[in-house]
């Protein structure tokens, strides 16, 4: 591949460059950045202290057991998407969307694991939704897909408080649906998007393992790279991403 800029590079017709970030979205989080990143302090008594407030971990309702019963109960993927959406989930208390999957009416052997929901995916009840949405559609089209050949699953349904990592438990009571779903799609590769994504499914480090290919416990290879949020951020690693599309592109034509 020739040594072209990002921001001059064209993928098949598509513009995936810088100005993928709206001004207005950059504006918004440089201003989260100053209020978020840095923590709350009181300097009563000219003594300055960190005020640190953990996670909040949910209690859980239901057994992991029960998950796994639950999700080996239907027969048909429409029937499993149903149950999820039913899920008494500890999540479902501190978010209003469950964050469904979206399956491939005309698949081609490839089933996507993204990452935890951000606010546009439990705004609009869509997973992968907003300006992150926008890049991955840019992504597919550059190696000539779309989500009407590509399934896409959440590594967990329903947004955790803050955007932040889900618990073991969290992930323990949705992990069944997962598999489920993967069970029911036969995937011929998984491309995980993120790092939570790449250590569940792929159970590697995305900060070693971007782009190269694993198997599951079950034998489906699988490729991780960077979620598109983080492309957001950091435009340059368009170039890694892409030369790991081009691959994937080429190994799901020669299976």
Excluded at 226 to 245: E, G, I, Q
């Amino acid at each position: 591949m020739n040594d072209y800029s990002i921001k001059d590079l064209d993928l098949a017709g598509v513009r995936w460059e810088i100005a993928d970030v709206p001004l207005a979205l950059r504006a918004k989080w440089n201003q989260e950045s100053k209020t978020t990143s840095e923590p709350a302090v009181n300097t009563d008594n000219d003594t300055t202290r960190v005020m640190v407030v953990p996670p909040i971990a949910p209690v859980a309702t239901v057994s992991v057991d029960t998950a796994v019963s639950m999700a080996a109960r239907p027969t048909d993927i429409d029937n499993l998407i149903r149950l999820i959406n039913e899920f008494n989930h500890p999540l479902r208390a501190a978010v209003t969307t469950t964050v469904l999957p979206s399956i491939a009416k005309n698949p081609n052997g490839l089933v996507v694991v993204t990452d935890v929901p951000g606010s546009d995916d439990d705004a609009s009840g869509c997973v992968l939704s907003g300006g992150a949405g926008e890049l991955f559609d840019k992504m597919l089209a550059a190696i000539g897909m779309g989500r009407d050949t590509v399934s896409i699953i959440p590594i967990i349904f329903w947004r955790t408080p803050g955007g932040r990592t889900p618990s073991e438990s969290e992930l323990s009571l949705t992990r069944p649906f997962v598999n489920r779903l993967l069970e029911f799609l036969h995937p011929k590769m998984i491309l995980t998007l993120g790092a939570l994504p790449a250590q569940e499914i792929a159970n590697v480090q995305l900060s070693h393992a971007h782009g190269k290919v694993n198997d599951t416990a079950d034998g489906i290879k699988v490729m991780s790279i960077y979620h598109p949020n983080y492309l957001l951020l950091k435009p340059s690693a368009k170039r890694d991403v892409w030369t790991a599309l081009q691959e994937l592109q080429n190994m799901l034509k020669n299976q």
